[in-house]
């Protein structure tokens, strides 16, 4: 039955007959209730009947498909012998040189603490002594992150946000466990 504008209510009816006799002795009764449970989940309830309307009208407007139709082989394509370039994002970028006289500071704030970098430049920099551009890098985890700058500044920071009550968190901020063995490491030689 080919559906056009002019089939009538009678022939509609018997074809919704028909389907629902095909749902009753459906042999596989788990996928209609899996499909079920998507159309409940995606489909306002609202339009479930113009969503059922529309599905009957697509399908009697489809070709009748033939019982054995005769499908194309499917084109097996060649294997790419050059690597597919990279997409722009997925490009790493250069770590970043941190100059000589960098130390870093590890502070007790982190991503779990809904803190961003932009906020901690902000705790740095809001008392003027340290500028936006004295801090080299920011990296941030989730419960805490590590802070790069100059020796000075690392200082300044330090007396500056110790203890002090960010967002119901106690501030603890110094100099990070690597940096504080490796310049122990170092005075140990220079006392060889």
Not at 136 to 147: G, M, V
């Amino acid at each position: 039955m080919q559906y056009n504008s002019t089939t009538g209510d009678e022939e509609l009816v018997e074809k919704i007959q028909a389907l629902v006799s095909a749902i009753r002795a459906d042999s596989n009764p788990e996928e209609l209730d899996r499909i079920k449970k998507l159309i409940k989940k995606n489909v306002p309830f609202s339009l479930r009947s113009y969503f059922s309307a529309y599905l009957l009208r697509a399908s009697l407007q489809a070709p009748a498909r033939k019982e054995k139709e005769v499908r194309k082989p499917r084109v097996v394509r060649e294997e790419r012998t050059e690597a597919p370039a990279q997409k722009p994002q997925e490009q790493k970028k250069p770590r970043r040189e941190l100059p000589p006289d960098a130390r870093t500071l590890y502070i007790n704030l982190g991503k779990k603490g809904r803190v961003f970098a932009r906020e901690l430049v902000g705790l740095l920099t809001e008392d003027g002594s340290i500028t936006k551009d004295d801090i080299y890098l920011i990296r941030l985890h989730d419960t805490y992150s590590f802070i790069s700058m100059n020796e000075e500044n690392c200082a300044k920071a330090i007396a500056a946000l110790q203890g002090r009550d960010y967002n119901g968190r106690t501030i603890q901020i110094n100099i990070s466990n690597k940096e504080r063995k490796t310049q122990e490491e170092n005075a140990d030689q220079n006392r060889a």
